[in-house]
């Protein structure tokens, strides 16, 4: 992705929702070694939890991180040559507000470039414990899936699979030479486990049982669906089914019975201000 959006001609960044500098971090040994960075969030935990990393990584002279939200990016305009976000997008009520903002900061050729999810397209992809799992059964977890997605969108916070669309919107902006690719990696999951990511992956599994916590945690959940249109009634008894199923997995996990892809849809998405 370097290569094909040609970050050793970058000068200028902004990186919009940075929350702890983790994108503008994995994007810096590509960058050039004078290009500047800028990060805004509206978390102020978040903006000096990203100063100090970069004050510890020893590039604070070039990487900068402030208080700011998408919708209203404190910049001039035309001042970066390049703007990214990854998963922002999806916690955004406007995307087409935060786009233009994006935009406005953008100077003119510049890149806008975006990595934003599909978040429903993993319930269909199975694992070695689940593969064989009654249609209904199946059906049951997509439908309550998305209906916490267009809750969760209804309540004003952004829609989960925001990434299937964004061209689109992209191209309504006025954006030029377009393009979308695909994520090529997964997070494999095989038994011993015994990689350092299967091991980040597999204390962060069990850390989410611990705590109860599925996609989101189950007030969280509970308010999605009952905005998307669900009723108390089926959520506590398909909550209750879907907890049965995690422990089923960690106790697969940890008998070293489950194996899966734990393959994802994320898009990698950019145009060009004309």
Known sequence: MAKRWDLGAVRTVLDVGCGIGHWGFTLAPFLNSKTKLYGIDPEPAWVEKATTRAQEKGISERFHYQIGKAEKIPFEDNTFDMVTCQ??????????????EMIRVLKPGGLLAVAEPNNTAPLLIFNTLNIDEPLDGL????????????????????????????????????????????????????????????????????????????????????????????????????????????????????????????????????????
Not at 180 to 190: A, F, H, R
Not at 219 to 244: M, P
Not at 263 to 272: C, D, E, F, P
Request: aromatic share 8%; glycine share 6%; hydrophobic share 35%.
């Open 87 to 100: 998963t922002v997008l999806i916690h955004v009520a406007d995307v087409d507000t935060a786009l233009k």
């Open 139 to 274: 059906m049951e977890h997509i439908r309550f899936h998305i209906t916490c997605e267009r809750g969760k969108k209804a309540l004003g916070l952004g829609y989960n699979s925001v990434g299937d669309v964004l061209p689109c919107a992209f191209s309504k902006q006025g954006l030029d030479n377009i393009q979308v690719y695909l994520s090529d990696k997964t997070s494999l999951m095989i038994p011993p486990y015994q990689t350092d990511e299967q091991k980040i992956l597999l204390k962060q599994i069990q850390d989410w049982e611990n705590q109860e916590i599925l996609v989101w945690p189950r007030e969280e959940t509970k308010r999605y669906y009952l905005a998307g249109g669900g009723s108390e009634s089926e959520f506590e008894r398909i909550w209750k089914n879907l907890i049965k199923d995690t422990k089923e997995s960690i106790q697969a996990i940890k008998n070293d019975k489950l194996s899966s892809t734990n393959a994802t849809v994320m898009y990698l998405i950019s145009g060009r201000k004309v």
